[in-house]
Structures are given as structure tokens and as C-alpha cells.
């Protein structure tokens, strides 16, 4: 099991560069409309990454999500992917 959430994680685009890159190709609809590696969008929304361990504690787990404003107050989040953070690093 994986927790994740809003508060542990950070601006997707402030994450590391290489591995947004990596990212950005294997998410499907990821997309960058300015210079390729610092304005990466989902669906229009921000986008936001959370590195956490799995709940025994073996696995490096890093959580793309979405998460925006829809209203004030309301928020809409879309998970985008779970991915094994040790392979990221290699
Ligand atoms: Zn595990």
C-alpha cells in the first residue's frame, strides 16, 4: 500500500529534472507548454510529486498526482501514476 498526499509532496516542475524527463515520456497526456522541461501540465492542471516509501517499508515510491482549484475551497485531484523511484535513479 502507498499513502500519499498533498502536504509531503511538491510543484511536480520544481522536481528533479532528469527524472521529469524520464517522466515525460512515459506519461501519457504529460505536457510542457513552455521550454520542454519546466511548464508540465496534465488535463490543464498543475501537476504535483510526492516521493514516499510503501507501507513495508522495502519500496522508493514516487506519486505523480494532479491537484487544482476547481472552486474556492474545491479541489479536484487525478492520480497520474505510481512509480518505483529506485529505477528513476538509476
Ligand atoms: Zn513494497
Not at 510503501?54 to 487525478?78: D, M, N, W
Amino acid at each position: 500500500m502507498v499513502y500519499f498526499g498533498l502536504y509531503n509532496s511538491i510543484d511536480f516542475n520544481e522536481y528533479d529534472e532528469k527524472k521529469r524527463k524520464i517522466l515525460a515520456c512515459s506519461i501519457k497526456g504529460l505536457r510542457s507548454g513552455g521550454d520542454g522541461v519546466n511548464d508540465f501540465t496534465f488535463n490543464k492542471s498543475p501537476l504535483r510529486a510526492s516521493e514516499s516509501k510503501c507501507s513495508s517499508g522495502l519500496h522508493k515510491i514516487l506519486v505523480v498526482f494532479t491537484y487544482k482549484e476547481i472552486q474556492p475551497a474545491r479541489y479536484e485531484s487525478y492520480l497520474i501514476g505510481v512509480f518505483d523511484n529506485e529505477s528513476l535513479n538509476q
